[in-house]
Nanobody, 125 residues
Framework: QVQLVESGGGLVQVGGSLRLSCAAS????????MGWFRQAPGTECEFVAG????????NYKDSVKGRFTISRDNAKNTVYLQMNSLKPEDTAVYYC??????????????????WGQGTQVTVSS
């Protein structure tokens, strides 16, 4: 079965940076949209960023534009989320997910087919 494993989370001070990675295994193809979501305690899971199959199109939550960058390496079946200028409101569990479509990047979590177990990001002030 498909497995997504996130890594790179941790504790960082305000203004710091983290790079999350998500390695996918047993995907039938790398030609899928991949996304990052996050969920803070007491809140709903929200879309953060998404990237189409070849990286030619990307989509971001408004509050992370200019600070976060999503990228992928299909040879390694890995998607990344570079997070800069982190703020306390970025604190959450971050999940990567796969949507079985090549081009359209959904923002609703119900449209994603596979999910990782999550990695905690904590930004201290």
């Amino acid at each position: 079965q498909v497995q997504l494993v996130e890594s790179g989370g941790g504790l960082v001070q305000v203004g710091g940076s983290l790079r999350l990675s998500c390695a996918a295994s047993r995907l039938p193809t790398s030609n899928y949209v991949m996304g990052w979501f996050r969920q803070a305690p007491g809140t709903e899971c929200e879309f953060v960023a998404g990237i189409n199959w070849n990286g030619s199109n990307r989509n971001y939550k408004d509050s992370v534009k200019g600070r976060f960058t999503i990228s992928r390496d299909n040879a390694k079946n890995t998607v990344y989320l570079q997070m800069n200028s982190l703020k306390p409101e970025d604190t959450a569990v971050y999940y990567c997910a796969v949507h079985r479509n090549m081009m359209r990047i959904p923002t609703m979590n119900s449209e994603y087919n596979y999910w990782g177990q999550g990695t905690q990001v904590t930004v201290s002030s």
